[in-house]
């Protein structure tokens, strides 16, 4: 693999950014801002006096991205060494840099009010992940295709041997991408194109029985369906489904003699373990929509598509991982059931040899806090999980002993609460069987067994649990208090209740920016070149009554509160006056209610008209907050389907932003 230069000295002026690699006679690149031109120079070509040289150090070259004004380049301006992996350093990347291309451009005032809505999705986006790299190693793939690659690809540029699906700045990478791949000197401009990785990585030193251990944490998370918890659900017609995460646990063990190297000589190991998960939304075209209501309104979409795409996925999982053992946890009551019956549907219409499907009702059987229960789960899935294995390879053999041929699919409704406490308990079982089979422990101990080993297994995997739920759901994960301490606890449900509520007003209030600046980052929408024709993104079109309501019922509850602090000289007329106000307060209230649809922040780059409107067969709970009108015309609709039972032949309301449009 061709290493990646580590810093770069940037030098600019209104013609050029020239990107130096510092510490090497390397060659540097150009970028001419008049035409975005990318030019590799000859070798020891002299810097142009009329360039300024940054005082910033540049760690890395993302790519770039055009607006609706300029093009901007996207560098690394700040790095954490988080540790080393076989040799390897990993890095976060902590500080960003947005450098335009048009010098009458400046990204502190932009002359346009798009621009700048634009530029603070960008720059929330990479503010707010949490992405990771190396120059040395391939962060992107599994410790076990990096083992089988053929020798002839192992000196591949690191962009071309990185998985595209977790090839996190991918789109923004491409000028770079194409311009090396046109070139006869694909070599020379391999070490500039940097892969991140937007996911975890979390490793640990342990000692155990006189055993030097390293146990690591990586969890992926795709670019393709990349999103929020509301705003991307289910799965497109590729395949790809949203929130969809690839974890590895890396077990690495000294060898007999010690490591003097710091632990981190790749041929001092005496084993290397690795065991990989997945969890993605459940492969339907499904969605909840949201209406201030705390549990939105849920949707099922029968295209007639759904199966093939299903197949889709399905098959690329297989594919890649070999058999797939897919766990649902999806309630089989209540509002969930019509998504779990959806799938089991369509899996059992698809019987597909290489897929099991294993449901498990998660909230049933550990109900009364009864988590131990969860073991249930592991004999279930025993037999599966020996036939397909973990990855092993020992230093006295020169090919791995054990290859892992499948995999487990976890899924909840968001892959995220009930899924976290699944896959742990699934990789602390294959753990146990990991370090028996290296001798580290004697048959019939485990993890849990040496409080040392226990308590870092379960806080790398807590920490990993939040990490993922932030990032998707706006808060750290629910039951983390059972990863954390292997109970369910009363404190925990507590902190569980305020994390809930803090989901509920991230989900309503603010992820519509934060899908809008997933799908500008990943290529999901691409600007026009005029800002006048993108005016949407930043204007407010709603009725001027829908507006009015929210400072209406503010200014009501102010009134009443001043209210009881005026002077009592009539006990009638502060009942006329608290009346009034309550009413007033009481009627915008309602008001907003009826209408959730027109207060929740919806992302606007790509509208979810499709789903809002959906008007084909398939399943909805109800149509709340879409104004007076749509609910009683629904109404009429659901009597006829109690009457019927043929609702699903009829096409579903179309609602634009509270507004009901007549078939």
Known sequence: MVPLYQRYSLYSDNDTYIFVPEGTDARSLTIHRASGDIVLNEPKTPIPSSTRRSSKVIYGILGTISLTLSEYIIVVTGRELLSRLLGHDIYRATNFEILPLNPNISVEHPPHVVES????????????GNFLLSYTWDITTRLQVHTQRPVENRDNALWELADTRFFWNRFIATRLIDAATSS???????????????????????????????????????R??????????????????ANF??????????????????????SQYSNKFSFVQIRGSIPLFWAEINTLRYKPDLQVMELENTQDVMQKHLAAQTSTYGQLNIVNLVNQKGHEKPVKDAFERHITQLNLSDVKYEYFDFHMECKKMRWDRISLLIDILKDDLEKTGYYAHSSSESAPSHLQTGVVRTNCMDNLDRTNVVQATLAKWTLNKQLVEAGVLTPGSGVDDFEVLSKEFREMWADHADAIATAYGGSGALKSDFTRTNKRTQKGLLEDGVKSVTRYLKNTFFDGPKQDSFDLVTGAWIPRKNPSASIFLVADTRPLIIRAMPPTASFALFMIAAGLTLPRTSDYSLLYYFLLWLSIFAAAVAFIIIHGIQYVSWPRLNPLTDIIYYNGPGFRSAHNGKGLQATAHLDARKNKFLATGKLHKHPVEQVELGTLKKD
């Open 224 to 241: 393709l369906r990349a999103g929020t918890r509301y705003f991307r659900r289910g799965t497109d017609h590729d395949g790809n489904v």
């Open 117 to 128: 809505n634009l530029l603070a999705l960008i720059r929330s986006h990479f503010h707010h």
């Open 245 to 266: 995460n690839e974890t590895e646990q890396i077990l690495l063990i000294e060898g007999p003699s010690g490591l003097s190297a710091g632990f981190n000589a790749d």
């Open 184 to 222: 006869n000197e694909t070599s020379s401009w391999a070490p500039y194109i940097l892969p991140i990785l937007y996911g975890t990585f979390d490793l640990r030193p342990i000692f155990l029985h006189g055993r030097q251990l390293q146990l690591c944490l990586i969890s992926r998370r795709s």
